[in-house]
Structure formats: C-alpha cells, structure tokens
C-alpha cells in the first residue's frame, strides 16, 4: 500500500517538475532560476580527490545536501525503506535514466567542514550498509555505488566554480514544518502526516497557538487511563482539554520508534481522548542513559526518530481508533528541553507552522540547465532517484524531437461523393 501511494505521489512529483521546465533558462543574482545554464564545477570529496562534473557532458546530476538541524532531511537517512527502495530505483535505471548523485551536507548548526565530513561518512556508510543488506554480490554493490559521489566540505562553503550552487540552494526555499515554542525552542519536525493516511495535515498556514501540556509517557498505562496523569508535568492553570498541544514522551529503541506494543496510533489516541488539538511526541532513549541527559539541541545524525514504517493504515484493525489531530516528532533533546521548562512551572505555547527554508535538492540535466527537485510529502531519497527517471525521459524525448520525421500516408487526395469539388 505504501509503494502504490509513493508511486502515485512519484506520478504528481514528475508532473510538478515538468511544469518547472517550462521555465526559460534564467539567471538570478547569486543564483540560478530553474532552466538556467549552469557551469562546470568541482569540490573536494571524502577520498580527498576532487569530484569535477562537466554540464551537458551526457550525465544528468542530482544533488542532495542533508541538513541535519531538520528531522525531515535526517529521517530519509534513517529509514531503512527509504534507502532500500532508492538503491532499488538507482539500480533499475540505465542509459539516459542513469545519473551521478553527488551527497553533501550543510554541516549542522555549525554549518562547518568538520561537521559536514562526518554527515556525509555516515550517509556513505547508510548506502553501504542497505547495499550490502539488499543480498546483491559485491560486483553489483560496487557497481551501484559508483554512481554517487561524496562532498567532503560544507555546502555553505562551497567557492569558486561552485558556489552557484549554495546560491541556488538559498534562492529555491521549501516550506519546512517548524514547532514553535517562544522561550523554548523553534526546531523542525517530522510529521507523521507523511506516512499515515489517517493522520491529517497541520492546519494551514499554521495550527496554534496552542497551550503545551505535558502528558508523560504516552505509553504508559497511567497516562492512558488515569486524567490526573495527563497534568502532572503541566504548568499551573493549564488543563489537558480545551485544544491544547499535548507533550508525550515514548520509550524508543535504536531506530528511533516507539517499542512494541506502543505504536505512534496509540499515542495519537491518548493526546486525542486529553481533547489535544496536536500531539507533540518525542523518544526517550531505552539505551544510553548519557544521551538522554544531554539537552544539546543540535542533534546528530541518527538521533532524530524516522518516519516509522506504516503499522497503520486507513483499513488496518490496528487504527480502530480514528484519528482528528496532527501528529508531530522532535528529537529527544527537544521534548526534554520543553520538558524541563514546563517543570520549573513556565507555561508555553506552541505553533505549528511553514517556514521557508533552503532548498536540499537540486539536479543538472543533460542539456546542462538547473532543475528543481524535491517534494517534502514522503521522507524518502527516491525523489532523487525520481528525478532521475525523469532527466532521462526528457533526454530521450529531447533526442526524438531532434530526429526528422517520418510522414505516413492514410490515404492520398480522392474525389468524394458529395458536393462539387469536395475532395
């Protein structure tokens, strides 16, 4: 069910880029419009050579930078579905749909070339590692593999030939689905929208503010059962009813989801029966009690939970509850932070809300233009693999049109019954 909503959500992406290259080529201060011609380019790579692509030299390119400080950018990382069905699609292409895939990173809060090498180490050793898990033979994982490429330095500080490309980045934003909490914090969320049909969007332009009221561990029996439990965190005067946005805590194992039975369905039912207009999850940690006191708010790669895989679908016996209110995940060090605030008895707000951000992703076609990429519905890396397909459909269609035609005759000119003269 999920591949057949991708695929179909795949179906809407190529259409949405295909309006994209209707765009004339353009050029913009600092960057480029979507149909400019873009110019050759190199930046320094994990081996410590440089990797060097030649526009219009027959290869499409896509760029993907992940942004760590943003759980939608890091959960395509930490899914394993994510990885294994791109690899799959990545494997599958041939000819005019094979692209290189250079992998950068913006290098965290710190936006730092230390920070950026160590990002993309680990994005490397997760296409590795997925690789290796699909079953295929070390011929065809090198084979694969040599399609990407890996930017050692921060995207932000890319110079030169290639600094048009941090100008376009910052010249292409995306609305990105941010929690607010004024005196608190304001970080990216995964939304959890993007994988469970059941569970609708945020509010537009935004859904709040809402009064935060932490409800504990959301899957534990207390906080399921008992209405004192819903406010023994809660700041004085707040009230679990009335449409607030309800704080929940999870036990969590390595990948980041909540551990059997508990289920990301079941946490929404319990911010739902508090009368929440939002849930506001969070994991705790079952191992590695020193990462659950760190209240860093720059995660690393990997802290932040994935969109979990469907364990609740629209006809599943396991979403006999329906569900009204977003659903929402920050990082551990995020919920333990507004947390700790509401126990020294400040009283919070929250916001849902898009804030316009750099764009991750763009692509080079084989005619050399920049092209937009990206679509931040599902967390997943086959939008690269995506836009892919679609550089080489629009190769090859490119190619035909450039081919002379060949006319066939139906029928030549014969004289008809009727009036005179009418052939």
């Known amino acids: 069910a999920q591949l057949r909503a991708m695929a179909a959500a795949g179906l809407a992406f190529l259409a949405g880029l295909a309006v994209a290259l209707l765009a004339p080529p353009a050029a913009a201060a600092g960057g480029l419009l979507p149909g400019g011609a873009t110019p050759a380019f190199a930046v320094r790579s994990l081996d410590g050579d440089q990797f060097a692509f030649q526009p219009a030299a027959g290869k499409a390119l896509v760029l993907h930078a992940l942004d760590s400080t943003d759980a939608f950018s890091v959960a395509m990382w930490t899914s394993d579905f994510s990885l294994d069905s791109f690899l799959l699609d990545v494997a599958a292409g041939g000819g005019a749909e094979q692209a290189i895939y250079l ?13 950026a090498t160590a990002e993309v180490q680990w994005m490397q050793q997760r296409l590795q590692e997925r690789a290796a898990a699909l079953g295929w033979p070390p011929a065809r994982v090198a084979e694969v593999l040599s399609l990407f490429a890996f930017a050692a330095d921060a995207v932000g500080q890319w110079g030169g030939a290639a600094q048009w490309i941090p100008q376009t980045l910052a010249l292409w934003p995306q609305n990105v689905t941010t929690l607010r909490v004024p005196g608190a914090l304001s970080v990216p969320v995964t939304r959890l929208d993007g994988e469970y049909t059941v569970i609708p969007w945020p509010s537009e332009p935004s859904q709040g503010p809402a009064t935060i009221v932490d409800l504990g561990n959301g899957c534990g029996s207390a906080a399921a059962s008992a209405p004192a439990a819903a406010t023994r965190h809660a700041a004085p005067g707040a009230a679990a009813g009335g449409g607030g946005a309800a704080l929940l805590s999870f036990p969590s194992g390595a990948d980041g989801r909540p551990v059997a039975p508990c ?24 191992k590695g009690a020193a990462q659950a006191a760190s209240l860093a708010p720059a995660p690393q790669p990997g802290q ?27 990082s551990m060090a995020a919920g333990l932070r507004v947390r700790a605030s509401l126990q020294d008895g400040a009283s919070l707000e929250a916001t849902l809300a898009d804030v316009p951000r750099h764009a991750m992703e763009l692509a080079v076609d084989h005619a050399g233009a920049a092209r937009q990429v990206g679509w931040r519905k599902f967390a997943t890396l086959r939008m690269l693999s995506w836009a892919a397909q679609f550089e080489g459909y629009n190769s090859r269609v490119a190619a035909n049109l450039t081919r002379p035609a060949t006319t066939v005759v139906a029928f030549g000119p014969t004289k008809m019954k009727g009036k005179e003269g009418v052939l």
């Open 304 to 330: 932040f939970p994935p969109l979990a895989m469907p364990n609740c679908t629209s006809n599943s016996t396991s979403c006999a509850e329906s569900l009204s209110i977003p659903l929402t995940v920050v």
């Open 263 to 286: 289920t990301f369905a079941a946490l929404g039912a319990v911010a739902q029966a508090a009368n929440a207009s939002v849930a506001v999850l969070f994991p705790i940690a079952t």
């Open 103 to 115: 992998m950068a990173s913006f290098g965290g809060e710190a936006a730092s070339n230390a920070a």
